[in-house]
């Protein structure tokens, strides 16, 4: 009798984990993605870049789970060097697609993603 809402916990924990982990790996591919085209030489407004090449490498359940998806690209130079890196930082609070009204009804925060991509610009 105990079996089966133990077996439906684990099972809903284990979705939930899987989606988690998936959710990461595309914003961590969307951030890498966003690095290497927006670090070509000729680009103008790498702002403009990093935020419409994540728009687009992001799938549709990876922004819908995250709500409140922030990019910042930030131009940092190399210690004792000429080179300039750029690095895009993608990151969103988590929703889970199961069970989130439940954990932060519960008043357990959800956790937050981030990702990061960096590549040297091209002169």
Known sequence: MLILPAVLLVSLGMLTLGNYMTTRHHLGLASGRASRTCSLDGVVNRAACVQAIVAVA??????RRCGGLRVTATETPLPNTPV???EVVVSCPY???FGGRLLSGEGITLLA????GAMPLQQ
């Open 95 to 97: 929703t889970p697609m």
């Open 113 to 116: 993603l981030t990702a990061r």
């Open 84 to 86: 300039r890196v750029l």
């Open 58 to 63: 992001l799938p549709p359940f990876a922004t």
